[in-house]
C-alpha cells in the first residue's frame, strides 16, 4: 500500500463536529456551521492526511433558514453516511424546522431540499443502515420522565421511512450515559462489528468535561452494556493547561485494508483562551476484546498520525476537485490570496452570516469584490454586508485592499476578526478616520485612530490585522493603530460553539444605502517560525 503521515489537527479552524464516511477508496467529512452560510462544509480525501474542500451540503438559501439565529444557533452536528448509491446527511436547525436529512448521489452536489423530521424531537442526529437494509435514526432529547439536571438527557433509536420522511414504530430510549449523573449525552452513531451494536458518543458537554464513550449490544434495542474501560477517549484529566482539550464527539472508520481510525473535535487553547473554535483531530484505534482502544498504549491525540494509505495530494491530482474546477476552493490551513478582479466566484471556504440579500455583493472582472455598505452592521443579528473565512492559526496577518472612494458620510468598510457579534475586533474606515475597535459584550471601545487622509492614497487603503497569540494589532497602511488581548474572543468569555473568522465588511450603520464598497484584495498568511 503506503504509508502517509496526517498532521493533527487534520482540520484546523473552526471545523467542530466531525462526521466521517468511507466510500471505497474515498473519505468523506461534515462540519457543523451554526449561523454561518452555506451551511455543512464538505471535505474529500483519498489518505485521511490531504484534505480538499469539495463544497457546501446546503448551499441554497431554500435549503437553509437561518433568520434570527444567533451565532451559535442554527446549524448543529451533522451527520454524513452513504448507502446504496446514496449520500445522506442528517442535522438539527435548532433555529428552524428541527432534524433533516437532505440526500445527494453526488458529494460534491447538488444536494436535495431538507426533508424535514416532524416527529424527531431532540438534537445530534444520525443514520445507521442495518445489514437487512433497515435504517434506523439515532438522536438525543430530554429525559422523557422529566429532566432532573441540565443536561439530563437520553440516547433514542427508532426506525425511519426513507420513502416518507418520517419515523415509524417505538421510539425507544436505549442509553443515558456512561457515568452515573452525566450530562449531555450527545452526538450517538451507531455502529455493527464483532457481532454487536455498537453506540459511540459523547458525554460531559462540549467543553472541558468531553468524552467519548462506547456501550454495546447484540440487538440494535438493547439492552446496551456499558464499556468497563470508558471513557475511551478524553483529556479531562490532563488538567486546564494541557495545549489539546475538549476532546470528544467521535465518528469511525475502517479502510480498505482494516485499519481503523476516529475522527474527534478538540480545541488548542492559549493560556486557557479558546479562540480558533472547535477544530477536527484524528486518531487509530484497535479492537480489544470487541472494545476499541484508541491510541493503544498512549491513550490520547498524538501530533501525527502514521496511516497505511498510499499518499494523495489534490493539487497533484489532475481528477482531484480542487483541479477540476480550476482550483475554485482553497486547501485547508493554507495561506490565502484573493485578488478579487480576477475571481468570477467565491470559492466553497466562503462565508457569509445568515440569510443574505442576493444584491449584497458582486465579483466584478478587473474591478473587484463590491460589497454593498448594508444597513445592518457587524453588531446586529442579522445579515450583515460581511464575507470571511476562517482563522486557522494562532499567528497570522490578514490584509485588505479596499476602495474607499464611493464610501459615504457615516459608513464603514473594514476587516473584522469575528468571534461573533457581540465579540469581535475590527480596522475600519469611517468617515475622516481609520480605527481600530474591540468590541466585548457588545461595547465598542476604541483602541487607536489615524487620520484617512494621511494613509489613503488616491481612495485606495491598505488594513490589515495582526493575530500573535492572544495578541493583536492593526495597521492602515503602514501605521500602527494599536493592540490589545483577543482573550474575550475566546469561547471561554464569549460563550458559544463557534471559532474565529476573518472577513471584510461594509455598513451603512442603520441607514439605507446604494453604496458598494470595493475591495480588491484579501490575503491571510501565517506568521513566520509561529
Known sequence: MGNVTAKNPIMPGFYPDPSICAVGEDYYLCNSTFAYFPGLSLMHSKDLAHWEQIGNVLDRHSQLPLKGADHSQGLFAPTIRYYNGVFYVICTNVTHGGNFIVTATNPEGPWSEPHYLEDADGIDPSLFFDDDGKCYYIGTHPNPDGVKYNGDWFIYICEVDLENWKLKGEKKN??????????????????????????MHAEGGT????????????????????????????????????????????????????????????VRPLERYTTMGRETFLAKFIWEDDWPVVNPGVGMLTDTVEIDLPEWNPLKDPESYTNRTRRKTAIPGTEREYIFENMSVLGDEFLFLRNYPEDMYKLVEGEGLKLKAGKEDIKAVGSPSYVCIRQQHHHFRSSAIIDISELKAG????????????????????????????????EDKVIGSADKEKVTKNGIVEVSIVVDGLNTKAYVADVMLGEASVADLSTEVAGGFVGCCIGIYATANAKDSDTYVTFKELTYKQLENK
Open 411 to 442: 459608513e464603514t468598510a473594514g476587516l473584522v476578526l469575528m468571534q461573533n457579534n457581540l465579540y469581535n475586533l475590527r480596522a475600519e474606515i469611517t468617515d475622516d478616520k481609520a480605527n481600530m475597535i474591540l468590541c466585548q459584550n457588545g
Open 174 to 199: 436505549v442509553w443515558n450515559g456512561a457515568l452515573k449523573g452525566c450530562i449531555w449525552p450527545e452526538g450517538p452513531h451507531i455502529y455493527k462489528e464483532n457481532g454487536y451494536y455498537y453506540i
Open 207 to 266: 467543553g472541558p468535561e468531553h468524552s467519548v464513550m462506547i456501550c454495546r449490544s447484540k440487538d440494535i434495542w438493547g439492552p446496551y452494556e456499558n464499556n468497563p474501560k470508558n471513557p475511551i477517549l478524553t483529556h479531562r484529566h490532563l488538567g486546564k493547561d494541557y495545549p489539546i482539550k475538549y476532546v470528544g464527539h467521535g465518528d469511525i472508520i475502517k479502510t480498505p485494508n482494516d485499519e481503523w481510525y476516529m475522527t474527534v473535535l478538540a
